[in-house]
């Protein structure tokens, strides 16, 4: 990660405006450790301790105004007959923080429960199944959720509109057999997999108009997206498939200044052209038993301080003047 270590100088104030949990890719399933298709080991039960241990955490602290989980709650592989059980085992074990929980959908949340059974289990507000969202903490700050799963080919139903956009945007651009193979692609064309999605156009309108609100007045904004939205925050093969055009409504304004994910499970930082900070974060799921991926957010007027637990490493992120 870049060396962030040059912000301390900047003349923070003292105390945040207010802080926020972060826990991401926790992919429960009551069933033995296994691993990922390239290899790496996953601890499927480990990571509900893992959430157990950062909600007592939050708590602990006694300063944090809510928390955020970055999709991913329980994992494809969970038999579908436990699918309803876990997600409330999990939902279950995130209401115990003492504040209000934001959810984001994952791919494996959806491979889970469709969107009519999940979100309201998150308490995910939406207007026809749809995951985005926005709320301010402060007067000063909004924050801003992004379903990457809004143009899919997982979590609406087969004959959905939005589903077959998905699917016949997956047969022009990736011709394996396999959609969720990125064999034979090049660069960031490894995008385009199946277990990726699109933000839609409507989704597109509602975040340039939520934007342009936002800088009216004067608020700084995060936007949250269980998918990264820059190539530097994530693996090719974990990139939202249409991160490029999302990007272009956010350059338009001064406004955003951070943008934070999950899904890339390494847990990456970068800074982009117009100095907007995107971070990805550790998954709880690939932390072996014993060690944690969690942390929280501490919010000034000219940074993000991210103070991560064990495997998610602390992040600064200063503003541009």
């Not at 077959?164 to 090049?186: H, I, R, Y």
């Not at 900070?277 to 000219?302: M, Q």
Request: hydrophobic share 35%; glycine share 8%.
């Amino acid at each position: 990660m870049p060396d962030t270590t040059d912000c301390y100088y900047m003349g923070s104030s003292t105390r945040p405006l207010f802080c926020f949990g972060v826990i991401a890719d926790v992919q429960y399933a009551d069933i033995p450790d296994g691993h990922s298709f390239v290899g790496v080991p996953r601890y499927y039960r480990h990571s509900f301790q893992i959430l157990q241990r950062a909600v007592r955490k939050w708590n602990q602290s006694q300063k944090l105004m809510f928390a955020m989980n970055f999709g991913d709650i329980v994992d494809g592989k969970c038999p579908r007959g436990q699918s309803l059980t876990a997600v409330e085992k999990v939902v279950g074990e995130f209401e115990k923080f003492n504040g209000p929980v934001y959810h984001m959908i994952g791919n494996h949340c959806l491979y889970n429960l469709p969107r009519d059974k999940l979100l309201p289990l998150l308490k995910i507000p939406h207007v026809d199944g749809h995951a985005y969202y926005d709320f301010s903490p402060t007067s000063d700050f909004r924050i801003v959720v992004l379903d990457g799963y809004d143009i899919s080919a997982i979590g609406w139903h087969r004959d959905d509109p939005r589903t077959l956009e998905a699917l016949q945007f997956l047969q022009e651009k990736n011709p394996n057999s396999d959609k969720n193979s990125p064999e034979g692609l090049v660069g960031l064309e490894r995008r385009y997999l199946m277990f990726n999605g699109a933000v839609g156009r409507k989704q597109l309108e509602w975040l340039d108009s939520t934007l342009r609100d936002g800088t009216k007045l004067k608020q700084k904004v995060i936007v949250c997206c269980h998918i990264p939205l820059d190539p530097g925050a994530s693996s090719k093969e974990a990139l939202l498939w249409n991160y490029d055009e999302v990007m272009n409504v956010i350059h338009r304004y001064n406004c955003v200044k951070a943008c934070l994910a999950g899904h890339d499970h390494q847990g990456r930082y970068s800074v982009d052209s117009h100095g907007i900070h995107h971070r990805s974060f550790e998954a709880a799921l690939e932390c072996p038993p014993g060690t944690d991926a969690f942390g929280y957010i501490e919010v000034y007027d000219d940074k993000l301080l991210l103070l991560g637990t064990d495997q998610m490493q602390s992040t600064e992120m200063c503003f541009n003047p």
